[in-house]
């Protein structure tokens, strides 16, 4: 196809965009999950929404499935995302290496959490699977002690969440674009639990993932089993706030085929946690895309775990729906996962009138996140913000972040057409 100018940015109808969207996240995940390499019949503008769909979801780096699909444009946005992600993957490398050092010089054990943990599996290659920072558990008596080895190591503590303390390197500044870039700063940020507001109600299983014997250092999950678990919280979280990415899933699939029966055992924890009602959505989710990832005996025996109304939503969940794709903010997202009327009032009570603490933790969104500055709706009284759901359909702040930057970058005003795909030599 032959190469075309930018254009002035024109906004395409919402309703146009939200349906792109869905065509796009949804081509995405089936491809992904299972590799047939048709090139989709998608017009100029669901080009750009599938690329803003795959930088937003992690899965701009997987060339080695998508770069099937023929269109120019898009083959050269995976090839330079993969070469981002692998350059960031080296400085990530470079960085856990330093911090491994410097924690064994001192006496001190960690955890590297999640992304860490699956590159040092070999689940990914270089360049495929981003990281959009690093995740270090510490137990709570050693939190004050990594965070001065952090600082030590020329970080600055940029704010403080229920779940974690945020760390980055002193004097760096965000990087403006779409998807990966190599010198986006490496945020740090330091747990002490593992744990998730589901919604309100918090399911804690540190005690499943950090050792019982840590050493000084780096070290390990205990047993692929933990991990899954810490996999399965962390979607569990993301479903409940409709911010489950496609990558997410990729992850839980690639570790599934790797654990015997008797590993998802550990989801039942250690008798001190209770019983993972959280497990069965987003392990549904996956099993809706990658068939046969999953043991059918094993959601079988979940169903029982998970309260009537969540099964029930659960099983009508796509990724969109689940995730930043869907393009309408919706106000009581994540009740279905009260377990309890009590627990559904504090829920409607706390999004009504958001304590100190989470005002708090939202202006220190606003003021690190670029995606959530320059946004009037996320800086306006929640009085307007109340008043704006009432009267038309809101859109998300994150969504509207990664289309607006995929359709700046090539803006074409031929959103209708739809241009033979390219052969690419």
């Avoid at 690329?51 to 995976?78: C, E, K, P, S, T």
């Avoid at 250690?270 to 895309?289: C, I």
């Amino acid at each position: 196809m032959p190469e075309q100018h930018a254009k002035p940015y024109a906004r395409p109808p919402l309703a146009t965009i939200k349906a792109g969207l869905l065509r796009t996240t949804e081509a995405l995940a089936t491809e992904l999950a299972h590799p047939a390499g048709d090139t989709p019949d998608w017009n100029a503008l669901e080009w750009r929404l599938a690329m803003a769909v795959a930088a937003a979801h992690g899965v701009a780096g997987q060339g080695n499935v998508y770069a099937r699909w023929r269109h120019d444009g898009w083959i050269r946005f995976l090839d330079s995302q993969h070469e981002h992600v692998a350059r960031r993957h080296e400085r990530i490398d470079t960085l856990l290496e330093r911090i491994g050092a410097h924690a064994r010089a001192i006496g001190l054990p960690l955890v590297a959490l999640k992304g860490a943990a699956l590159h040092a599996m070999g689940l990914y290659a270089p360049g495929e699977r981003p990281m959009a920072d690093i995740d270090l558990l510490v137990s709570e008596n050693d939190q004050e002690r990594a965070g001065a080895m952090l600082e030590r190591m020329g970080y600055v503590l940029s704010f403080a969440a229920w779940k974690h303390r945020v760390y980055k390197p002193a004097g760096d500044a965000a990087v403006a674009c779409l998807g990966e870039h190599r010198d986006t700063p490496v945020n740090i940020e330091l747990h002490t639990r593992i744990q998730e507001r589901l919604p309100v109600s918090i399911v804690d299983i540190t005690s499943c993932v950090y050792p019982r014997s840590p050493v000084a250092g780096i070290n390990p999950y205990p047993s692929h089993g933990a991990l899954m678990s810490h996999l399965l919280l962390h979607a569990a979280g993301n479903l409940c706030n409709r911010s489950m990415r496609l990558i997410h899933l990729n992850d839980i699939s690639l570790l599934a085929a790797r654990m015997m029966r008797s590993e998802w055992l550990a989801l039942w924890g250690d008798g001190t946690t209770e019983s993972p009602w959280w497990a069965l959505p987003p392990l549904r989710l996956v099993s809706r895309y990658y068939t046969g990832a999953v043991p059918p005996t094993l959601l079988y025996e979940l169903q029982s775990e998970c309260p009537a109304l969540l099964r029930f939503a659960s099983g009508h969940l796509t990724l969109t729906r689940a995730s930043c794709s869907e393009l309408w903010l919706h106000a009581w997202s994540g009740i279905e996962w009260a377990r309890s009327l009590p627990e559904a009032g504090r829920f409607v009570s706390h999004r009504i009138r958001p304590s100190p603490h989470a005002q708090q933790e939202r202006a220190d969104m606003v003021r690190t996140q670029l995606w959530l500055q320059d946004s009037p709706w996320v800086t306006a009284s929640r009085w307007r913000r109340a008043f704006g759901w009432l009267t038309h359909p809101v859109t998300r702040t994150d969504t509207m972040y990664v289309v607006r930057t995929a359709l700046e970058q090539q803006a074409s005003p031929a959103w209708a057409q739809r241009p033979e795909p390219a052969v690419t030599t």
